[in-house]
């Protein structure tokens, strides 16, 4: 696929991302997007999230989704060799992403810096961009956000974790579903009956779309005073903010949310209910006019609004069963396509309960190919429209180790 020959907004950054799974690759997956330059450091093994499933011709779903447009460099960096190479083209980055566990990345990488870059002969023509020099890292140096900051102040480092590496979960290995159970999440998600996860990686995707905001607001003060910064996400904190709502409502209000499905535990109607060819359609009220017009125009029972029980949002809370009981019946009267058209003249939102094989020919759905080392696969469109382009052109996703030896040469 031929890439967009417009500049993007981080076109000529260099981002070094020593990352695996889905919280730190979501980061610089997006970053890469923007039109960085996103080195990703493997192990011999790669990335484990490389065989989390095969379902994208042959390859990993999420490694598929989020490592588009990077380059791969095995590396190993407990190896001398390796490090001071990782060293060197650190000198280099704007940005350095790492996800070991607190601690690990200062503690790693000690050894020799290796040979410093040599300047071509005099006369000699550059083969590539015009390099700057900067000194070498100390003999003994690590990946530690304050050293490395102390070496390149104007580096941006991001360290996310699970926990952060303060308090006593600190050093505590962290997943997805690990989070939701901590934070709660799981225990307002799902039907009555026991607790679940929700179904994608929502902690992973919260830590890296926190960081990805925070690289960019520390991009922008960089421009304006030349120092980077050091960054800290961690998936409790991302989902801790997410859970806000609920949080105040145990504190402070009647207690927490309870599971109640395809409900809102605080908004009426805001309920799925069946059509008469048994499809379930999702309706949401978000004020009394609407449930006046609501009433009126899909149910065609105006006298329903003006029963005291229903007349506001926290009466038809409190007297859901009821409510909902006379809803369901009305609905099981006639087809859905007959209530969305109802819905829809009535400027009622409302949604289909679809399945993912219904979202895959949901044709709001925008799409773009992204070449993989076994064909094109189609994604989502990024969701970000800007100046009207719709369709972006991505980069490919590489194969272990793909740019290693152009990248040992390079630096």
């Known amino acids: 696929m ?9 076109d000529g950054l260099l981002v070094v991302a020593l990352e695996q799974a889905v919280a730190a690759p979501y980061c610089s997956g997006r970053l890469a997007d923007a039109g960085a330059r996103v080195i990703k450091i493997e192990r011999a093994e790669g990335d484990f999230a490389r065989g989390y499933d095969r379902v994208a011709r042959g390859l990993a779903s999420y490694f598929v989704w989020l490592n588009r447009g990077k380059e791969s460099l095995v590396a190993d960096i407990k190896d001398p060799g390796d490090a001071a190479l990782l060293h060197r083209i650190l000198a280099r980055a704007d940005v350095f992403i790492q996800t070991l566990l ?6 790693a990488g000690f050894g020799s810096p290796g040979p410093p870059a040599r300047l071509p002969p005099p006369g000699a023509r550059a083969a590539g961009p015009t390099l700057t020099l900067l000194p070498g890292p100390p003999a003994r140096a690590g990946f530690g956000s304050a050293a490395l900051r102390a070496a390149h102040p104007r580096l941006i480092t991001v360290d996310i974790s699970g926990y952060g590496d303060e308090g006593p979960y600190g050093a505590m290995k962290s997943y997805d579903m690990l989070v939701q159970a901590e934070t709660g999440l799981a225990a307002i998600t799902g039907g009555p009956e026991a607790p679940s996860r929700v179904g994608v990686s929502v902690c992973d995707i919260a830590a890296g779309m926190y960081a ?4 960019l607001e520390a991009l922008i003060r960089r421009g304006r005073t030349g120092q980077g910064a050091a960054i800290q996400v961690s998936l409790f904190d991302g989902m801790a903010d997410w859970m806000t709502v609920p949080l105040l409502f145990s504190d402070l209000g009647p207690g927490a949310p309870r599971r109640v499905g395809l409900s809102h535990p605080s908004v ?10 048994g499809t379930p359609v999702l309706i949401s ?4 006019r609407e449930w006046r017009r ?3 125009e899909v149910l065609e029972q105006p006298e329903l609004a003006q029963d005291p029980d229903f007349a506001t949002n926290v009466q038809r809370v409190a007297h859901r069963g009821r409510m909902n009981a006379i809803i369901a019946a009305a609905f099981a009267r006639h087809p859905t396509e007959a209530h969305c058209a109802r819905l829809l003249a009535a400027g009622v939102a409302f949604g289909r309960v679809n399945g993912v094989a219904d979202f895959s020919r949901h044709p709001q759905l925008r ?3 992204v070449e993989t080392p076994a064909g094109p696969v189609a994604l989502p469109a990024p969701p970000a429209v800007v100046d009207g382009a719709r369709i972006p052109a991505l980069g490919a996703v590489p194969a272990l180790d793909a740019h290693g030896a152009a990248i040992r040469q390079e630096f």
Do not use: K, T
């Open 2 to 10: 031929s890439m967009d020959p417009q500049p993007r907004p981080l």
């Open 102 to 107: 607190p601690g690990a990345a200062a503690r």
């Open 212 to 215: 990805h905001q925070a690289v």
């Open 268 to 277: 009426a109607p805001y309920d799925a209910f069946a059509s008469a060819d």
């Open 285 to 288: 009220i978000q004020n009394d």
């Open 294 to 296: 609501f009433c009126a």
């Open 367 to 369: 799409r773009v190919e």
